[in-house]
């Protein structure tokens, strides 16, 4: 079904409707970050936004409450959809760039749709230019990773299993974008199957006091099952990273699904430079195979877990047959946004599997907790469906950030402390959620 909002950008109004034979080289393997140059930069001052969402689809209870709130704030907003898709090919002109060293995988690129009336007030009039003429936009890590430019096309499998060919027509900074893969206006999203609303973006309120206030008002502050996020928010020390900063981090695989659905295969040479071949021992007893690249931070971690005499606070035996890091398989949790979870590239760990269920209450050591996130992993317990279990690597300290969380919140600590980073005394730069609000469309809200 087809909604109409009215978006009102610098005194216009716009009404939208808004949907719900030669073969390349093997793809070498990522071990470092890799960038395109002459990416699009900002040309906008940055505009305050919010961003409502739950999961996986949106529910319509949470739909009216949203736009009823946006609507009393006299503010725009525009309904959202992330998921991800298959990309078998990276095409410039006849010849292939890249693609999968195995025929019938694909790789997994994250996708964010949005009407091009919300593009340009959230991201320039430049970026939705390009997306208005049918062309998507590729953040500049992606680009990177896949050798792509702009006038190279694309093919990404639809969820019929139909290939639709793209043309790439911007490569854009990651946080112009939001930091997802693939933008794209809704006609090239409904092509593809990506169709289901995910969140609601808000902008153009009169104060932020005011959207606050009306979000509180449709009961939607403190909503179970549904989280806000507003560009100004301070930094979330639980949050992850995009699927785009963990294929550089981490190496990137294409995988295909296996006859269950659930299952997946990815390519062996990813899995032989970055998976070990069996479990291997960790302090505290744990057994299990984690991609190379976390394994000192991880051992770190558990290594302080032991000195702070906390090591009983692990359930060796439940992580070991419950728990591990490496599980090439669908996210649990997004359903049919079609995401690999995390675990496919080996970068969390779960423990305590029993009582840290994924979806109750969260029973984790907090002291654990802390001393994970100073060794560069985020808490699943604050994810919008708690994961108690979850320790996942994100490549930087999370110790010093004071973020109201829910659960496990970062003690206090003096200005001394709070100004530098903790690994490596480094100025401690401010964040907000501005340049990531879109960097978990790739990922749904689970693991």
């Known amino acids: 079904m087809k909604r109409a909002a009215a978006l009102t950008l610098v005194g216009l109004v716009f009404v939208t409707s808004l949907s719900s ?11 470092a970050p890799v960038f395109a140059t002459a990416a699009a930069e900002p040309v906008l001052t940055p505009t305050d936004v919010v961003r409502v969402h739950q ?45 999968p060293e195995i025929a019938g995988y694909n790789f997994s690129m994250g996708v964010t749709v949005l009407p091009t009336e919300a593009i340009a007030a959230l991201m320039g009039r430049d970026v939705a230019a390009v997306v208005a003429r049918g062309d998507v936009v590729m953040g500049s890590t992606s680009a990177g990773l896949r050798d792509a430019r702009v006038g190279d096309t694309i093919d990404l499998e639809s969820a019929s299993g139909a290939v639709t060919r ?18 794209m206006a809704p006609a090239q999203g409904d092509r593809l199957g990506v169709t289901r609303v995910t969140s609601i973006v808000v902008w153009g309120f009169p104060s932020r006091d005011s959207i606050d206030a009306n979000l509180a008002a449709y009961g939607l502050d403190q909503r179970v099952g549904t989280r806000v996020r507003r560009s100004w928010d301070p930094f979330d020390p639980d949050a992850t990273i995009s699927m785009s900063e963990t294929k550089a981090r981490l190496g990137e695989f294409a995988y295909r699904v296996r006859a269950n659905g659930v299952d997946a295969d ?33 051992r770190a971690a558990l290594n302080d877990v032991v000195n702070a005499g906390l090591a009983g606070q692990i359930d060796v035996v439940n992580a070991n047959r419950y728990g591990g890091c490496f599980y090439p ?20 760990v779960d423990t305590n599997t029993t009582t840290n269920a994924q979806g109750a ?57 709070t100004s530098t ?23 749904g809200l689970g693991e």
Not at 64 to 73: D, E, H, I, M, P
Not at 335 to 348: E, M
């Open 21 to 31: 034979s030669q073969a390349a080289s093997p793809l070498g393997q990522i071990v």
């Open 361 to 417: 209450v969260p029973q984790m050591n907090c002291d654990v907790v802390r001393i994970f996130r100073k060794h560069k992993f985020a808490w699943g317990g604050n994810f919008l469906t708690p994961d108690g279990m979850h320790f996942e690597w994100v490549g930087e300290p999370r110790d010093q950030y004071q973020y109201p969380s829910r659960y496990c919140p970062n003690l206090s600590v003096s200005p001394s402390v």
């Open 55 to 99: 999961t996986s689809e949106l529910s319509l209870d949470v739909y009216s409450r949203v736009t009823g709130a946006a609507n009393a704030a006299r503010a725009a907003w525009s309904e959202s959809r992330g998921g991800s898709v298959p990309m078998a090919l990276v095409m410039r002109g006849p010849a292939i760039v890249q693609q």
């Open 266 to 298: 990815v390519t062996p040479t990813w899995t032989n430079q970055f998976i070990p071949p069996v479990r291997e021992l960790y302090p505290t007893g744990i057994s299990a195979r984690c991609n190379y690249m976390i394994q000192a931070d991880l």
């Open 421 to 443: 980073r903790s690994d490596s005394g480094a100025p401690f730069e401010p964040r907000t959620t501005r340049s990531q609000l879109f960097g978990d469309d790739g990922w």
């Open 166 to 183: 793209l043309t790439v027509g911007m490569v854009a900074n990651d946080s112009v974008i939001g930091g997802t893969e693939l933008l």
């Open 329 to 348: 398989r669908f996210n649990r949790l997004s359903g049919h946004l079609g995401v690999l979870s995390r675990h496919s590239w080996g970068s969390p």
